[in-house]
């Protein structure tokens, strides 16, 4: 898609994450610092409908964009507290349930190994994953 080609040209994390938004394999993702045109990134995922909302800071922007679908699972998730903000927060954003459920209570200090990073999206992966490990191959599949 020409839209995602111009987006890749100014960030490729960006592009891929919103490859994986349009075919729902990751619906809500969000960028944090990001350093460039952001209304020119927020025109393009619209006309790929999506929604975006944009915070800045100085000029530094965080980009948080998802399937309408995705944002509204967000929406609630942010609005309840604690525990089940996290985890209902991970599966917002597509991670597996055994992971955001582990890291949610990693934050709580209920649990006491820190969850490794899987790159290169960044997402928490619990100790012994299985869901992650298929989850990366979908990634890497659109990844090229
Ligand atoms: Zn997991």
Request: hydrophobic letters at 35%; glycine letters at 8%.
């Amino acid at each position: 898609m020409e839209s995602v080609l111009k987006l890749k040209k100014l960030d490729e994390r960006l592009a891929l994450l919103v490859t994986l938004a349009l075919k729902k394999i990751k619906q809500v993702s969000k960028i944090d610092g990001f350093e460039g045109p952001d209304e020119v990134v927020k025109k393009i995922l619209e006309k790929l409908g999506l929604e975006v909302k944009i915070k800045k800071t100085g000029c530094r922007s965080d980009i948080l964009f998802g399937t309408s679908e995705g944002m509204t699972k967000y929406k609630m998730a942010n609005s309840l507290k604690g525990k089940e903000r996290i985890y209902q927060l991970g599966l917002a954003f597509g991670y597996p349930n055994c992971c955001s459920k582990y890291f949610s209570e990693f934050i709580m200090g209920e649990k006491k190994e820190k969850p490794k990073k899987l790159l290169p999206l960044e997402h928490f992966i619990c100790p012994g994953c299985k869901k992650s490990n298929e989850l990366l191959k979908k990634y890497k599949k659109e990844d090229n």
